[in-house]
Nanobody, 124 residues
Framework: QVQLVESGGGLVQTGGSLRLSCAASGRTFSTYAMTWFRQAPGKEREFVAATSWSESSITYYQDSVKGRFTISRDNAKNTVYLQMNSLKPEDTAVYYC????????????????WGQGTQVTVSS
């Protein structure tokens, strides 16, 4: 069983930066692919970024965040991060981290474990 707790959300102006953290419990974190999704008001939850289980990892990004967001993980700290730079109002959403054993996926139905979400608001 893995429990995930996000932190680091908040209110930021356009062009600003935030770093989200997702702390995981459980000794098998290093074997989990970890992903960030987000859900904006009135919209479906969407994939943002994913990292495979290894720290020398494969990463994938949604096209709209490429070059602005960076996903990383520290298996010694059981934590995955999402560094968000050059934020735009359209990045406003609740951000969720999710984990699954094994290979990464960009499909939310593939993920067994979810955090409670953290709100990111970007003002124009």
């Amino acid at each position: 069983q893995v429990q995930l707790v996000e932190s680091g959300g908040g209110l930021v102006q356009t062009g600003g930066s935030l770093r989200l953290s997702c702390a995981a419990s459980g000794r098998t974190f290093s074997t989990y692919a970890m992903t960030w999704f987000r859900q904006a008001p009135g919209k479906e939850r969407e994939f943002v970024a994913a990292t495979s289980w290894s720290e020398s990892s494969i990463t994938y990004y949604q096209d709209s965040v490429k070059g602005r967001f960076t996903i990383s993980r520290d298996n010694a700290k059981n934590t995955v991060y999402l560094q968000m730079n050059s934020l735009k109002p359209e990045d406003t959403a609740v951000y969720y981290c999710a984990g699954r054993y094994g290979s990464l996926s960009m499909k939310e139905y593939d993920y067994n474990y979810w955090g409670q979400g953290t709100q990111v608001t970007v003002s124009s």
